[in-house]
């Protein structure tokens, strides 16, 4: 039975071995925290912090009744609960009874967590990124990656 069929079975542990459930548990923990209070999840978890401008005044100061300027803490918010809303569906994923939805989610996980690195080498190459920040939001997602080709090329699932 899937987790979308059943809503019991989102509660239920339907994975075969406890790196899948901690990892589930972590993507969905972390997942939740970037989607309900992104701002406090970037600034303890990566050390992102909203671009102050003269005065400490934010630099994304309004523009229009519904506009901001590039780079406000507003965009800078819906980029993180986009993460977040990517990392809650893989971990719930990754509690499907199925062995091959279990499968494919780790694949999927591995992917993105390939393209996150590629992501912070870009923003760094191209100077968005500080060096501590990069280095940061990268060794987490090499190391979540690495994390799960390391199950995926354990055992099965």
Known sequence: MSAFSSPSSLLTVHASSTSIQVLSVLKIGTGLAAFIAPSLYAS????????????????????????????DEAEQSLAIRLFGARDIALGLLLRDSTAAVVTRAL???AIADAFDVLAVV?????????????TAVGAVSASVGAYQLWILNRSTV
């Open 44 to 71: 303890r978890a990566f050390g992102f912090s909203a671009s102050k401008g003269p005065g400490g005044a934010s630099a994304g100061i309004s523009v229009g009744a519904n506009t901001t300027k590039p780079g």
């Open 107 to 109: 694949q999927v996980g």
């Open 122 to 134: 870009l923003g760094w190459v191209e100077g968005n990124l500080s060096p501590e920040v990069a």
